[in-house]
Structures are given as structure tokens and as C-alpha cells.
């Protein structure tokens, strides 16, 4: 009765946010989100070949005739690697409408398959788990504003289940989708390494360095300036790091050096739980991607889903498992709240992830 009631809290209780931030939003100016400025950076390369893509004068001239009303502010600019504008070449012959509403479909389609992949238990409450990852604020934010998230999700918790199965190097390959918004997973290849996983490293490496290749080819010089120019930019727009350790320890040397003895903590915690499970690894590693993240929304909190899901299929402490509560509300109320709560419990997650469970010191031991 108890998870019957949850489950309709949360239907009930999503469905009302979905709607106000989701549908509404999205029915009024269906371009009015992130992947318009993608679908730009599409249309530049395909009419004015590669090298002009991070040209500012052609995404402002493409922006305006696209949303003729809206202002071209600093928030207005695509600065994703260039397989983010490639990935929807194919669908810009559809109009950016459909484009728009072609990449909804995807997204919650990568929902489903990441909760199918990974979500912990059976029948009732693993549907459950689906229902909640789909209620939470982050999530739905991350579909009104048509980013990646959830794709790069479907990609973590895909290379997870194929390394786990024995494929690794296919599993690394997969990994390199995240090159659609790298910082969602950027820790996880360097906690792999360092628990010894070097063939999933081993595979993304490769993936990643084929397309930075072919990037740095289409770009050429012009457009690497250009590209330089507009991340220069990016770095000095305050809500670029709102939701990272900034907000507490500020934009400046201190928060980097924060944000480094975090990762430490992470790659440390990979170490030592290299003879646990490949979920705790990877868990620990998106929790890692998240804290030492320099850019970063709170739409990418999305990712945590994969990591919750990977957590929960192990035994844990019931304190453990509740502390998660302190993440999902600090994300349900990221706005209202700040940051801080949701900092503070990604911290604490962190440690007791980094901590490898008493099962696996034995194990260790014994081996």
C-alpha cells in the first residue's frame, strides 16, 4: 500500500510540475529551449561548411531568423563539441519544429532503456524507480530545455551493463557518446583507470580521440579560434557555475582547488573499491562527474539517476540509502533551497561511496 501511494504521489505530483514545466513551456515557443541552438550549429555546418560553426556573427543572423522576438544573450550561444550539432544533420530536413519534438521522443526513450539497463529490484518497485526518476525536477527541466542528459544517461548506464557482461571495449566505445555534454561523465574514465578497468579507458579513449580528430579537421584553425573565444566567454557567465562547489567557496583559485580534493576523494574511493562491483564504480564515478564538474546546471543533476539506480542494486546501510533523500529533495528544490543541500548530500555521498563496503575489504583480504 505504501509504494501504491508513493507511486501516485509522485504520478500525480510530476505530472502537475510536467506539465507547468514541460508542456506549457514548450507549447508557447517550442524553439525556446537548448537544442535550438544545436539545430543552429546543424544548419551552419551543412550551409556554410564546419570551419564557421562557432562563428558568432552566423549563429546571431541564424538565432534571429529562427526566433525573430528572443534576444540574443549570452546564454544564446552553442558551445557543445561538434558532435552535438552533427548527431542532427540528419533531422534538420524536418524543420527545427520537428527536430525539437524528434529529440523529446529520444530523450524519454533513453529514460526508459537506462531505467530497463539499470534500475535495481523487480515488478512493482522497479516501475516504481522509473515513475520517481521521471517526477524528478532535474529530469523534467532536462526535457523542457531539450538537452542531452538523458542520453548521455542511456550511455553510462549502457557501458556499465556491457563491461559488466564482459564486453569492455565495447562498453568504452559506447562511453564515448558523452562526448554530446562530456562533463555529465568526464571522472568516470579516471576512476576506471584507477581501479584497473583500463580496456573500458582503453576503448572511450580511442571513441574520444577519433572525434576530437575529426572535430579539429572539420574546425580547422578559424574555427578553433572561434570556438576558443566563445568557451573564454562562457567562463565569466556566473549560472554556468551556480550549481557546482562555487556557490560556497566562490569563482575563484579555491573552489578549483575544492573541486580537485573532490575528485581526489573519488579516484582515491576507485582505488580501494577496485575488487567491489563495476555499479559501485561507476556510481562513485557520475557522482565524482558531478561535484568536480566546472560547468554544470541543474538540469545535469539528471545524471544522478544512473548513479542512484547502480548504488541501490548493492547491500548498503539503511542510513546510506535514505541519505539519498537530502539529493532528491536538494534537486526537487534546487532553485528555492540553492545549491547548498544538494552539494552537501552529493558530498556526503561521495565519501561513503569512496569507503568500500566491509564485504569487499574482506575479499580483499582473503585474495
Not at 552533427?86 to 534538420?92: M, N
Not at 531539450?146 to 548521455?152: C, F, I
Amino acid at each position: 500500500m505504501g509504494a501504491v501511494g508513493l507511486a501516485w504521489f509522485l504520478l500525480l505530483g510530476g505530472g502537475f510540475i510536467a506539465w507547468n514545466v514541460i508542456v506549457v513551456p514548450l507549447n508557447r515557443e517550442i524553439l525556446d529551449n537548448d537544442l535550438t541552438l544545436a539545430y543552429i550549429g546543424a544548419r551552419i555546418g551543412i550551409e556554410h561548411g564546419w570551419s564557421h560553426l562557432y562563428s558568432l556573427s552566423l549563429q546571431h543572423q541564424m538565432f534571429t531568423e529562427l526566433r525573430p522576438s528572443a534576444p540574443f544573450n549570452d546564454g544564446e550561444r552553442f558551445i557543445s563539441p561538434p558532435p552535438s550539432a552533427w548527431v542532427l544533420v540528419p533531422l534538420t530536413v524536418f524543420g527545427s519544429a520537428a527536430t525539437v519534438y524528434a529529440w523529446l521522443v529520444a530523450s524519454v526513450a533513453a529514460l526508459v532503456a537506462a531505467w530497463w539497463i539499470a534500475a535495481p529490484g523487480s515488478g512493482r518497485a522497479r516501475i516504481l524507480w522509473l515513475i520517481a526518476a521521471a517526477a524528478w525536477y532535474p529530469v523534467q527541466y532536462s526535457l523542457s530545455l531539450a538537452q542531452p542528459d538523458l542520453l548521455v544517461l542511456l550511455a553510462a548506464v549502457a557501458c556499465w551493463r556491457l563491461a559488466d557482461t564482459g564486453r569492455p571495449y565495447l562498453a568504452g566505445a559506447v562511453l564515448g557518446v558523452s562526448v554530446l555534454k562530456p562533463q555529465l561523465t568526464l571522472a568516470v574514465p579516471l576512476l576506471l583507470l584507477a581501479a584497473g578497468r583500463w580496456r573500458i579507458v582503453a576503448a572511450w579513449a580511442v571513441t574520444v580521440c577519433v572525434l576530437a580528430i575529426v572535430s579539429v579537421l572539420l574546425l580547422g584553425q578559424q574555427g578553433l579560434n572561434d570556438y576558443r573565444m566563445l568557451l573564454s566567454e562562457a567562463e565569466h557567465v556566473a549560472n554556468n557555475r551556480y550549481f557546482t562547489p562555487a556557490y560556497v567557496f566562490g569563482s575563484g583559485v579555491l573552489s578549483y582547488a575544492v573541486q580537485g580534493i573532490l575528485v581526489a576523494v573519488g579516484v582515491t574511493g576507485a582505488y580501494l573499491n577496485r575488487h567491489s562491483s563495476l555499479a559501485r564504480l561507476f556510481a562513485l564515478g557520475l557522482v565524482t562527474s558531478t561535484l568536480g564538474a566546472t560547468y554544470w546546471h541543474l538540469q545535469d543533476y539528471a545524471i544522478l539517476v544512473g548513479a542512484a539506480w547502480l548504488f541501490w542494486r548493492e547491500p548498503a546501510p539503511a542510513w546510506q540509502r535514505w541519505w539519498l533523500l537530502v539529493v532528491v529533495i536538494g534537486g526537487e528544490l534546487g532553485w528555492p533551497l540553492s545549491p547548498l543541500p544538494i552539494l552537501i548530500g552529493l558530498a556526503v555521498w561521495l565519501v561513503y561511496l569512496a569507503l568500500p563496503p566491509p564485504s569487499t575489504l574482506r575479499a580483499a583480504t582473503a585474495g
